[in-house]
């Protein structure tokens, strides 16, 4: 089984930072890519940050200045650090990890279950 844990979630108020981190772990034959998307109420996920495995990273152009996407490749595990926060920002943020379980697997997205980030005065 792989799991997917997110961490760092939690109310700041706007300006300013909160660092969020994800570990993928479990049966990982190989991983292929690691990113973090938010879903804010009434609205789509989206993409935040991500990339693949010593790969260039790809930012949505909300967060660029903003947020840092990093990687521990040996660990499976990522990190987004936000600054600069917005309430617009406000979302659960989610990790997702595209890997193989096993070499015959087919590769595969696998979800954590998100932390939420509030940013309210």
């Known amino acids: 089984q792989v799991q997917v844990v997110e961490s760092g979630g939690g109310l700041v108020q706007p300006g300013g930072s909160l660092r969020l981190s994800c570990e993928a772990s479990?049966?990982?034959?190989?991983?292929?890519?690691m990113g973090w998307y938010r879903q804010a109420p009434g609205k789509q996920r989206e993409l935040v940050a991500g990339g693949t495995t010593g790969g260039s990273i790809k930012y949505a152009d909300f967060v660029k200045g903003r947020f840092t996407f990093s990687r521990d490749n040996a660990k499976n595990t990522v990190y987004l650090q936000m600054n600069s926060l917005k309430p617009e920002d406000t979302a659960v943020y989610y990790c997702?990890?595209?890997?193989?379980?096993?070499?015959?697997?087919?590769?595969?997205?696998?979800w954590g279950k998100g932390t939420l980030v509030t940013v309210s005065s």
């Open positions: 479990g049966s990982i034959f190989r991983l292929n890519a």
């Open positions: 997702k990890a595209v890997l193989w379980a096993r070499p015959e697997d087919p590769m595969s997205a696998y």
